[in-house]
């Protein structure tokens, strides 16, 4: 399984953006498709995941009510729209995939498959 994020950039305070993750490979088997984020200094955190078999979507408290992850299945990519972004948004976005769902979802030491990453950056 092959991922690829983009979407990331430059929006002030209040904006929206909206990322993509567009996977390729033995995709159909993939059950987890999951948005980290990583600041400078600290660890990569969860921000949301969708567990594509019963079509469910999690979140992280800190982006509930702002942030929604959506797909496209014909194309193969979910997509993370961010609304209302706060400079506490700014961060490295990665998408990452696994086979089967965890209920530990939110560690990023159970995914097998990362894409590359994509900068937000918000300013106030």
């Known amino acids: 399984v092959q991922l690829q994020a983009s979407g990331g950039g430059l929006v002030q305070a209040g904006g929206s953006l909206r990322l993509s993750c567009a996977a390729s490979?033995?995709?159909?088997?993939?059950?987890?498709i999951v948005w980290f984020r990583q600041a400078p200094g600290k660890e990569r955190e969860f921000v949301g995941g969708?567990?594509?078999?019963?079509?469910?979507?999690y979140y992280a408290d800190s982006v509930k009510g702002r942030f929604t992850i959506s797909r496209d299945n014909a194309e193969n990519t979910v997509y993370l729209q961010m609304n209302n972004l706060k400079p506490e948004d700014t961060a490295v976005y990665y998408c990452?995939?696994?086979?089967?769902?965890?209920?530990?979802?939110?560690?990023?030491?159970?995914?097998?498959?990362w894409g590359q990453g994509t900068q937000v950056t918000v300013s106030s």
């Open positions: 990452g995939a696994r086979i089967n769902w965890n209920v530990d979802y939110a560690n990023p030491r159970h995914y097998d498959y």
């Open positions: 490979g033995r995709t159909f088997n993939t059950d987890a």
């Open positions: 969708l567990r594509r078999s019963l079509r469910r979507t």
